[in-house]
């Protein structure tokens, strides 16, 4: 054989070789992409039933409770003072929210906080722990039963109605309480926080801040419609049973 054959035959050796690589490559980074982009589908669609149930589930409740809500507010302005307590939470990519919720404490509860815990150190030190204070002496006789109840969240149906919220999701927190989420920042920011959730379905304010942030995570990374619809339903039972609220 000539030597201009042999170098023919070499470089149709070469060729053939890496289309064949090329050939495995491509097929071997195909199933990734396809499982990628079903991931990708699924969390679409997911997105969307989610919302649906958001705004008719908002809808539905805010019906049915309106005439409940109308008494709260009435019996909130024969109290005295504003009838909805608005504070900024984190939502969903950092976007900073409006939430809303019935008013629970007397007038001035922030000025009279920084007080308590200027006078009593084992308060100081419940509220660092926890961010709740279980015997919290601002919460007014009717805001006690709002909380054990929830009722003081029903405005919260508006936050969800705005997209701000969803029905289901982790617990929503002020700025400088994400900074307790350490490594778990990142799947809080990725998920509308909810009006209930794991950590409310699972103890509420009787579990300890790491356990929420747990609760939270655990729910990010494996959310479904089942999960949440599962969650709604605990959520009765524990509201109903009034247990680990203050």
């Not at 690589?21 to 195909?30: D, I, K, P, T």
């Not at 039933?49 to 958001?54: E, F, G, I, W």
Request: glycine share 8%.
């Amino acid at each position: 054989m000539r030597l201009d054959e042999v170098e023919g035959a070499g470089d149709r050796t070469l060729a053939l070789e890496s289309a064949a690589a090329s050939w495995e490559l491509r097929h071997r980074e195909q199933p990734l992409e396809r499982l990628g982009a079903e991931l990708t589908l699924r969390a679409q669609r997911y997105a969307g039933a989610k919302r649906v149930l958001d705004i008719i589930g908002s809808l539905v409740l805010a019906a049915v409770f309106s005439p409940l809500m109308l008494v709260i507010v009435l019996l909130l302005r024969k109290d005295g003072g504003p009838v909805i307590y608005r504070h900024w939470r984190v939502g969903r990519g950092g976007r900073i929210f409006e939430c809303v919720k019935f008013r629970t404490m007397i007038p001035d509860a922030e000025h009279v906080l920084r007080d308590l815990l200027e006078q009593d150190s084992k308060l100081k030190g419940e509220w660092v722990r926890n961010h709740k204070l279980r015997r919290d002496p601002r919460v007014t006789r009717l805001g006690r039963f709002l909380r054990r109840t929830s009722l003081d969240e029903l405005p919260q149906l508006w936050n969800v109605i705005r997209g701000e919220m969803s029905l289901v999701g982790p617990r929503p927190v002020v700025r400088h309480e994400l900074l307790r989420y350490g490594r778990s920042i990142p799947a809080y920011l990725s998920s509308k926080p909810g009006i209930t959730g794991l950590w409310q379905v699972k103890g509420r304010n009787d579990t300890d801040y790491r356990r929420r942030v747990a609760l939270d995570t655990y729910y990010v990374r494996r959310q479904s419609l089942l999960l949440d619809l599962y969650i709604l339903l605990q959520t009765t039972r524990v509201v109903v049973g009034g247990r680990g609220a203050y």
